[in-house]
């Protein structure tokens, strides 16, 4: 399995940035890593995925520690409209995709 | 596009009885995930399936919960003889196949009361 572990909970202030780390320190060598959040009675939404490279899109960016053992989202201005549980996952050989706790992002107006 | 569409949104049963769960999954979409999500907690995997075919059924909590999936498309999550720990959403996602390269698309769930 590729176990991921995460902070609980963060807090950060409104318009500022926000970093969510994770250690994925099993992951495999060609396992991806994916982030998705969720908003209060919603079911979880895609955020982001990546193998090797950082990325971006229009929600977040993902940096990627050269060893893989560990990622980043990056929030860049946060809003109120980010606070959800935010999970990391890598991919698990047997195509389990195991949800670990997530951390959960509070903003501070 | 459609997204992942889930029904009944909210299904409220007496204990013991019978209840079926469905999941549309995005057009296209070979694979297919059920969860579980207790109030206040993280998601458990129950089930996935590529195609028809669901290789590995260990993440099913009893043998009163079941799953199949026709035509590649359509799914159906069945429990049987409900209990009320079995209360909870139970969300279905899809992807284009396999997770390497390709997103999970989650339906809102189905709320589970068991009375």
């Known amino acids: 399995d590729a176990k991921t572990t995460q902070p609980n909970s963060m807090e950060s202030n409104e318009e500022e940035p926000v970093h969510l780390p994770c250690n994925h320190s099993t992951i495999s060598g060609t396992d991806y890593i994916h982030w998705y959040r969720q908003l209060p009675s919603q079911g979880p939404e895609y955020v982001i995925h990546?193998?090797?490279s950082n990325v971006n899109n229009r929600m977040a960016s993902l940096a990627i520690a050269e060893d893989r053992k560990s990622s980043t989202l990056i929030l860049h201005r946060a809003t109120l409209r980010d606070a959800a549980v935010y999970y990391c996952?890598?991919?698990?050989?047997?195509?389990?995709?195991?949800f670990g706790k997530g951390t959960r992002l509070h903003i501070l107006p | 596009g459609a997204g992942v569409s889930q029904s009944p949104s909210n299904k409220v049963t007496e204990k013991g009885k019978d209840v079926e769960l469905r999941c549309d999954p995005i057009s296209g979409h070979t694979a297919l995930y059920w969860y579980r999500q207790s109030l206040g907690q993280g998601l458990e995997f129950l089930i996935y399936f590529q195609g028809n075919s669901a290789p590995d059924k260990s993440g099913l909590p009893s043998d009163r919960f079941s799953a199949e999936r026709t035509g590649g498309s359509v799914s159906t999550l069945t429990i049987q003889r409900t209990q009320q720990e079995d209360s909870a959403v139970y969300l279905c996602?899809?992807?284009?196949?396999?997770?390497?390269?390709?997103?999970?698309?989650f339906g809102n769930g189905t709320r589970l009361t068991v009375t």
């Open positions: 990546g193998l090797t």
């Open positions: 996602a899809s992807s284009l196949g396999g997770l390497s390269n390709s997103p999970l698309h």
């Open positions: 996952i890598g991919e698990n050989r047997d195509d389990k995709i195991i």
